[in-house]
């Protein structure tokens, strides 16, 4: 028996102290794919690179129903302004340890070992599923091509995402 497609309601975040929605090229690279695979974009935001900021936007879409997935661009290198994974991990009930280690072992293939200084994560928040990606369109592409675009999609065996999506606010 053949799966069925089911969009999924994803939410999209910026992180940049100076990114507009005009110049926001991660952004649009994660809308137009997000968009071309039929899933639907329930929300798009772009914040500071703060972690109050972020932690409070992230926040706010965890306790939405309509939101199942976030996908942040941004904040995830190593300068002092890059606060992405200490906003987001501390509002992870589960971390996805799987999916920083392979975004990484697959940008070696582009970036070669400029990959060390990306901090990509992703978890569960309150049902939601939260990736964190750098915030170069790159690095957007890479992640939604290579990971998140069959990740998100029923159809995807063995497993994906999708499937548990119905089980991660059990206990």
């Not at 939405?64 to 997935?69: E, G, H, S, V």
Request: glycine fraction near 8%; charged fraction near 25%; aromatic fraction near 6%.
């Amino acid at each position: 028996m053949d799966r069925q497609f089911i969009p999924v309601n994803i939410a999209l975040l910026t992180i940049s102290d100076t990114r507009t929605t005009e110049d926001d090229t991660s952004g649009k690279v994660l809308r137009e794919r997000v968009l071309a695979e039929n899933h639907l974009i329930t929300d798009q935001a772009i914040v500071r690179d703060d972690k109050y900021a972020i932690r409070a936007q992230l926040s706010n879409w965890i306790t939405d129903p309509n939101i199942q997935a976030i996908i942040t661009t941004g904040g995830t290198g190593l300068t002092g302004r890059d606060g992405t994974p200490e906003a987001a991990s501390v509002l992870f009930d589960k971390t996805i340890e799987g999916f920083g280690e392979l975004f990484r072992q697959l940008s070696y293939d582009v970036i070669k070992t400029s990959t060390v200084q990306s901090r990509a994560i992703a978890g569960v928040a309150n049902g939601t599923f939260i990736f964190c990606l750098p915030g170069s369109s790159g690095a957007c592409k890479t992640s939604w091509d290579e990971i998140l675009k069959d990740q998100l999609d029923a159809r995807h065996k063995p497993c994906n995402f999708v499937d548990l999506m119905p089980r991660l606010l059990e206990s």
